[in-house]
């Protein structure tokens, strides 16, 4: 199992429009070049869409809530997770003007009405959001002084407080020391069998 089956084996409940929606991306990001690697394509509902929806396996977003997502690339984790969260604000950020034309270009085409893709760096934003979500951009260190803030606190906008959602994989002992902070660290292959997964985290941290 390799396609959008995976979406539908383990988030039940989807509308026939979520379901639709997630269909449509593998013929939408086909040929979008430098966005998924050509070696990663034929697995991008496992590498990349599943792969981003691990976020909502760790914190359902309350109606309302404002999402940034951070070096967005081509829409991951925050195109997934806005077609799973219609209720929700997405704010996708990279400073890459090619990949957020391919946001853009993705959001319109399925429908998605909830995400605004921005073509600039996260040091220029000026809101403040719930959280922040991003999927491997840079060392946590960096990351976290990029970001933090730039988010509200608040125990109101999702099953955990307002705070910085992550995707990562490997050993990330010394890299998270460094922040010296308090994170929380939920292993993805607690939530989805596939092997691909073994190594992966989300890490958390509340504001």
């Known amino acids: ?7 539908y084996k383990y988030f039940d409940g989807l ?7 997630f269909a449509a991306l593998y013929s939408l990001y086909a040929g979008k070049i430098n966005v998924i690697s050509r ?13 981003s929806l691990a976020i909502a396996k760790v914190c359902t977003f309350a109606d309302g809530a ?8 081509g829409g991951f984790p925050s195109v997934p ?3 799973l969260f219609p209720n929700v604000h997405f704010t996708s950020v990279d400073s890459i003007r090619k990949k ?22 996260v040091e220029n934003i000026p809101e403040k959001f719930d959280f922040v979500v ?17 988010i509200e606190r608040g ?16 050993d990330l002992d010394a890299e998270l020391a460094q922040t010296k902070m308090s994170w929380s660290r939920y292993n993805i292959s607690d939530y989805f069998e596939e092997e691909f997964f073994e190594t992966k985290q989300v890490v958390y941290s509340a504001k």
């Open 15 to 21: 509308s026939e429009l979520q379901k639709e929606q």
């Open 39 to 51: 070696k990663d394509f034929d697995s991008l509902y496992l590498k990349h869409v599943l792969h």
């Open 134 to 150: 991003s999927r491997a951009v840079t060392d946590m260190a960096t990351f976290v002084g990029w970001v933090w803030k730039k």
């Open 81 to 83: 997770l806005a077609i």
């Open 100 to 121: 957020i034309t391919v946001v853009q270009g993705v959001c319109e085409a399925v429908g998605i009405k909830n995400l605004t893709a921005v073509n600039d760096r």
């Open 155 to 170: 125990t109101d906008h999702g099953t955990l407080p307002n705070g910085l959602l992550y995707l990562k994989g490997g």
């Open 66 to 73: 404002k999402v940034l997502d951070v070096g967005c690339g």
């Open 1 to 7: 199992m390799n396609g959008v089956e995976l979406i």
